[in-house]
């Protein structure tokens, strides 16, 4: 079955300790991103990637890291998370970044930074 | 960059009658319109999407009009039932999505 595959799916922690949410898809997409969700802000995007080696800041990258060691794994890392970034996170993927193909989400991962 | 604005923010109608979602975008370069639904607890899932060629698409009961001169394009949906209330999304090309429209449809 063609998906996106995000963990955890829930996940409460303590302020400065490192985090990472796997994301995972099996359809060879070339194009992945990271979005994050909160109430009246719709979907801002963190990071994408267009390929393997190739990552650029989204919209809000602030506090976020990412990598794209492999086309299927695009893995999230918080390095010192804050309160403020407890929201819902959504990892996409589409075959490719021209920006012309629908995008394909995960279930999504709640964080809660304490 | 892209700017996505959606309107409105909520909405609420009777069953049976029609929903309107429009959305406007400021980069004339954009040429791909998708919409999605997230219902509660769940993911963004694509129900329809529009190129720039193109300017009305349609599938059963709902459809998608753009009109690329005025940079905007809607979503339209006939004969509302309970099970379409959710939280729409439009998004143009480089996936910069709007706020989204939380719609309820009353039995």
């Known amino acids: 079955e063609a998906q996106v595959t995000q963990n955890p799916r829930y996940l409460i922690t303590v302020t400065g300790k490192k985090l990472t949410v796997t994301c995972s898809q099996n359809?060879?997409?070339?194009?992945m991103s990271w979005y994050r969700q909160d109430p009246g802000l719709g979907l801002r995007q963190i990071y994408y990637?267009?390929?393997?080696?190739?990552?650029d800041k989204g919209d809000v990258p602030e506090g976020y890291k990412v990598s794209r060691k492999e086309k299927r794994n695009f893995p999230l890392i918080l390095e010192s998370p804050s309160p403020n970034q407890t929201s819902l996170y959504f990892c996409?993927?589409?075959?490719?970044?021209?920006?012309?193909?629908?995008?394909?989400f995960g279930d999504g991962t709640r964080l809660s930074i304490l | 960059g892209e700017n996505v604005e959606q309107h409105p923010s909520t909405l609420s109608v009777q069953e049976g009658d029609s929903a309107v979602i429009k959305c406007t975008y400021s980069?004339?370069?954009?040429?791909?319109f998708p919409w999605y639904k997230q219902e509660l607890g769940k993911r963004p899932q694509l129900i329809i999407d529009?190129?720039?060629?193109?300017g009305e698409k349609k599938d059963q009961r709902i459809a998608v009009t753009l009109n690329k001169t005025a940079k905007h394009f809607s979503l339209h949906i006939t004969e509302t039932q309970p099970e379409d209330s959710a939280v729409y999304f439009c998004?143009?090309?480089?996936?910069?999505f709007g706020a989204g429209t939380r719609l309820t449809v009353k039995p």
């Open positions: 996409a993927s589409s075959f490719s970044g021209t920006g012309r193909q629908p995008q394909h």
């Open positions: 998004a143009a090309s480089r996936m910069r």
């Open positions: 529009i190129r720039s060629n193109v």
């Open positions: 359809m060879n997409h070339e194009y």
């Open positions: 990637s267009m390929n393997v080696e190739v990552t």
């Open positions: 980069d004339s370069a954009s040429n791909y």
